[in-house]
């Protein structure tokens, strides 16, 4: 009997490109703490930073689609290397129209520079790759010269704003903490923050730093089993509901809390503070608020600070999304040799000597004068007689309790 045969349907070839799921929103920041491993982030953010990178990098993003362009050519933003160099799938120029037409939480599959939904197109722009990064970069340091003169009018212009604050010290708040004569441990979150503080971690705890939190940088010190002594907060209207506001666990460990708010700025700007049961102090400077703990920390005296997640750098200068590199410029230089970054700590700091190292010292020591002294005649005689007595005083003590 011939037995019927039933042919069986070839599945379809799988689209080209990478799948997942799509997170659309214009603000990166925001965006950051809605991604999940393997999501497509889509955003408009010209001129991607380190930071942020990192941020969607430590995040898992599969790929990033941008409206606007990763490096504009203004500057050398570092932020696209970050990205290329981990791997993630780099899509932009889809324009104001290309983000509108993507939905948030929808499959979509990105391939050579166009985002799909199954076979149909969503948004087209270019696909940026390793050698683009690259090019590109090159072309950007090409305009080093007049971003230079640029820095040179906004960090002029910053210290004709600050000049009480930085020449002369007023207005700066004094915290309950006590810093004077004390090393101080400045922690933001920055792309090396986690790894520097791990370093700098036993040199707080042995030294009895002063740790002060700026923004998330509290959260950062939380995770490494420290509590923050200061958190300085960015605290303009609508700030405190943005993904970079330290926790309220955080705010509620810390002594003190510092709010860094706009010159003439009212109350608006601490009240969702004050609304967490917290009595912030008021710091009004235009300065970053990492560049504003640094100024605590220096007015009040401390012996020595350290910088975790605080680049300095000529490119970390101009890698920014603000006129904030005239503020951090000249913050260091009025802060001067008290700061040492937290990389320098492991090559400078060996470590305080506690007493259970001599202990162990000792006893190694006598460990090796018995062994010494037990190869020879007269210590192989003593160890005999050491037996005969431990013997005798275990009978005595078994005759006792007999």
């Not at 203004?74 to 037409?101: H, Q, W």
């Not at 970069?137 to 600050?162: K, V």
């Not at 940088?217 to 700030?239: S, W």
Request: glycine share 10%; with cysteine.
């Amino acid at each position: 009997m011939k037995l019927s045969t039933r042919q069986r349907s070839e599945a379809p070839a799988p689209l080209p490109g990478l799948t997942g799921q799509a997170r659309v929103e214009r603000r990166t920041h925001v965006l950051i703490g809605r991604l999940r491993p393997g999501d497509i982030a889509v955003l408009d953010h010209l001129d991607m930073d380190q930071s942020t990178a990192q941020d969607l990098v430590d995040a898992g993003v599969a790929a990033v689609v941008n409206a606007s362009p990763f490096i504009s050519g203004r500057y050398p933003n570092l932020g696209p290397e970050v990205l290329s160099e981990a791997g993630v799938v780099l899509v932009d120029g889809i324009g104001p129209a290309g983000l509108a037409a993507v939905r948030d939480g929808a499959k979509v599959r990105v391939h050579e520079g166009t985002v799909y939904v199954g076979d149909s197109p969503l948004a087209s722009g270019r696909s940026v790759d390793g050698d683009v990064v690259r090019a590109e970069m090159g072309s950007a340091r090409l305009g080093l010269a007049s971003q230079l003169e640029s820095f040179t009018h906004n960090t002029a212009e910053f210290l004709r704003r600050e000049q009480d604050v930085l020449l002369h010290g007023q207005g700066i708040p004094r915290t309950a903490t006590t810093m004077a004569c004390r090393p101080v441990v400045v922690v933001a979150r920055g792309p090396e923050a986690a790894e520097q503080l791990k370093t700098a971690k036993a040199f707080a705890r042995e030294q009895g730093a002063v740790l002060v939190g700026v923004d998330r940088g509290a959260d950062a010190l939380l995770e490494q089993g420290l509590k923050p002594d200061v958190v300085v907060v960015t605290a303009r209207p609508g700030d405190l509901d943005e993904a970079d506001r330290p926790s309220r666990k955080a705010l509620k460990q810390a002594k003190d809390v510092v709010a860094v708010v706009p010159r003439g700025s009212g109350r608006a700007a601490t009240e969702p503070l004050e609304r967490l049961g917290l009595r912030p102090v008021r710091f009004e400077t235009g300065a970053a608020a990492g560049d504003a703990a640094l100024i605590l920390a220096d007015h009040g005296e401390a012996s020595v600070i350290v910088g975790v997640g605080l680049r300095a750098t000529l490119d970390a200068f101009l890698d920014r999304q603000r006129d904030g590199h005239a503020s951090t410029y000249l913050t260091r230089l009025k802060v001067g040799p008290r700061l040492v970054d937290a990389s320098t700590v492991q090559e400078l700091y060996a470590g305080r000597v506690r007493p259970w190292h001599l202990f162990v010292a000792l006893v190694a020591g006598l460990l090796a004068v018995a062994v010494a002294v037990g190869v020879t005649p007269v210590g192989q005689e003593w160890t005999e007689q050491l037996g005969h007595g431990v013997q005798d005083l275990v009978d005595y003590l078994q005759g006792l309790l007999k």
